[in-house]
């Protein structure tokens, strides 16, 4: 089966996962206990849909509006507790003069497939000061910067901190 990306995986083997991984979870309140197996596809993506807590959102300052986001670390560790197994890679890189353009496919392996999703992140290279000189734009490198965002976008893409993108939310 080839529908929307989806494929069916093999059995994949029960996930084992350390006994006290749910305690060392930063968010242990807020999210029940992470599965110790891999679960259909429909279960995870429910999962990943739900609204992330306000506490694990952060924001940014851009063209004078407040930008809500999620830290692309959370976001690791949210796919780590609710679809243990996950995989990501940069799948292209590309440059213009002044950008970085990364393409991050994501793919989560579930008990009846596994689906993949990607997403595009840019980032300026550089910028230039009032006098005209050359100068960095962005905190941090502008390739990580760039990975950064096609991560995030492609596991919104999932579902997760979709709800960020809806009016009200800043999105």
Known sequence: MNILNRT???SLPPQRLPANIHALSPWA??????????RAFAEIM????????PRLI????????????IPWHTINH??????????GKISEIRFSNDRIY???ALTIHASDCSVTRMATGTELLKGTDRQGKPREIAFGDPSSNAESQAFRRAAARFGLGLHLYEKGHGG
């Open 102 to 104: 990364v393409v991050y």
């Open 78 to 87: 949210l796919l780590d507790h609710y679809a243990p197994g996950w995989e």
């Open 46 to 53: 429910a999962d990943l849909s739900r609204p992330v807590p």
């Open 8 to 10: 069916p995986s093999k």
């Open 58 to 69: 952060r924001t940014r300052q851009q063209d004078g509006a407040t930008i809500p986001y």
């Open 29 to 38: 309140e807020e999210f029940p206990p992470g599965p110790v197996r891999v």
